[in-house]
């Protein structure tokens, strides 16, 4: 009996982002595990079963469904966004890793999903339209001092920086912390995108600067990209602007 | 009279990758612009009308698409992968900031798509994990001091990295010597990842290491991730191996 494991990016917000291998993968399986919300977010179909769990769950759910496809199902995890870019994707290698021989024989597929930078990024223009980094500025994982490293590297070395999970309830100061240590290496008028739940009904965008970016509003939904020395604002009348990182790097022409 | 100007991403390879999003927007549109073999991908439809060009006629591309749309048209581009990613968003922005003011007031949408470097990392497991880079490592458009600093910063710092447009005719040497400039800073056993027309009824993936990367074969519809040190490889019998990035820093727990 050989189970498989999906690990399928719902993109985020609505089902606009869904792709065609995702919608598959999701109609092929015989149980769907994920946090709620994302759970809630697919249409139900006769005979599959559904196991919801809480957003912080992630081993368990991992172990879960692991332990399900193990035993001959074809399972799928439902992912937030693109399930390798800080999400299950990592988490079911981890428990594979440390987890019983009948895991790692598993068929593991994982569908690729539009990850919050690239959706932000397409609201604001082409904010990513040159190298660019994607930093998680949790430090329930690793020290914050790492963090502050990474940020001098990239910020110094001139790449676009999104930040995932820029602040929770736990971890109220490490953003306005963050665009501190930004300043250090890049202007106060550098572009600084605020992007909110892109995707569903009640998403937002603000762009604002460095300067004022400790002033703007942030949550969880919340995915922050912060400009190089080269991003541009273009202003156009009765429209947004457009937020954009040229190809080319202006020092060469000069 | 209004014109609309849509850039879409079609995602890597076939169709699989498509979005409802992307879809609904290249079937709304008057007249489709991009290259050639992109636009053979979209299932023609009466009254349409397609105009192919060379793959590197960014620019030009831009400009005929823009006026096409100040015209009162609803055109659209479509791109690879995402179109926000070393692809045309940026080259539109471009040629709004430096052309006539009506194409300042044109709504432009931005339809972001599964980018090579995300369905790369779903190919091989989670490489992209943790935190993580972008880079062209093409020197058309940027000095090549410029890519060895980036290298240096990101590799230093412990990003993955993944690097687009690593080789072409008229580049032949830059892969190699950035393969040389990571190996001043990581050790010649981390993971290296091929992903070779991935979404494609070609492709292929070949999992190596730093110091055997130079010998793999590479080309322009290569993508490369380049493993930080905290990234492994789960060997699994009959299976291709795991490549992950967990979302722990070790040396954290030691």
Redesign the interface.
């Known amino acids: 009996m050989s189970g498989k494991l999906s690990i399928v990016?719902l993109?985020p917000g609505d089902?606009?982002?869904?792709?065609?291998?995702a919608l598959d993968a999701l109609a092929e399986a015989e149980a769907l595990y994920g946090y709620g919300p994302y759970l809630d977010r697919i249409p139900p179909r006769a005979g599959q079963s559904r196991h919801a769990s809480d957003n912080r769950e992630e081993a368990e759910r991992a172990r879960a469904a692991l332990g399900h496809a193990a035993s001959g199902a074809n399972v799928a995890i439902a992912s937030g966004g693109?399930?390798?870019?800080?999400a299950m994707?990592?988490?079911?290698?981890?428990e594979?890793?440390s987890g019983p021989d009948s895991w790692?024989?598993l068929?593991?597929a994982?569908?690729?999903?539009?990850?919050a930078m690239?959706?932000v990024?397409?609201?604001a223009?082409?904010?990513?339209?040159?190298?660019?980094?994607?930093?998680?500025l949790s430090d329930n994982?690793?020290?914050w001092e790492?963090i502050e490293?990474?940020l001098?590297?990239?910020a110094?070395?001139?790449?676009v920086i999104a930040l995932y999970n820029p602040i929770s309830r736990a971890r109220p100061w490490q953003l306005g912390k963050a665009f501190a240590r930004l300043a250090r290496h890049l202007p106060g008028t550098t572009p600084v995108i605020f992007g909110r739940a892109v995707g569903r009904s009640d998403e937002s965008l603000r762009v604002t600067t460095l300067s004022d970016a400790g002033e703007t509003a942030a949550d969880m939904a919340t995915l922050i990209i912060v400009g190089s020395r080269e991003t541009?604002i273009?202003a156009?009348?009765?429209?947004a602007p457009?937020v954009?990182?040229?190809?080319?790097?202006e020092e060469?022409i000069a």
């Open positions: 990016g993109g089902d606009r982002y869904l792709t065609r291998e693109d399930p390798g870019v800080f994707a990592a988490s079911v290698c981890e594979i890793a790692r024989v068929d593991v994982i569908v690729p999903g539009i990850t690239l959706a990024a397409a609201r223009g082409a904010p990513l339209g040159h190298d660019f980094c994607a930093l998680s994982l690793k020290p790492l490293r990474r001098d590297a990239v110094g070395a001139g790449f541009r273009i156009r009348e009765g429209r457009l954009y990182t040229p190809r080319i790097v060469v």
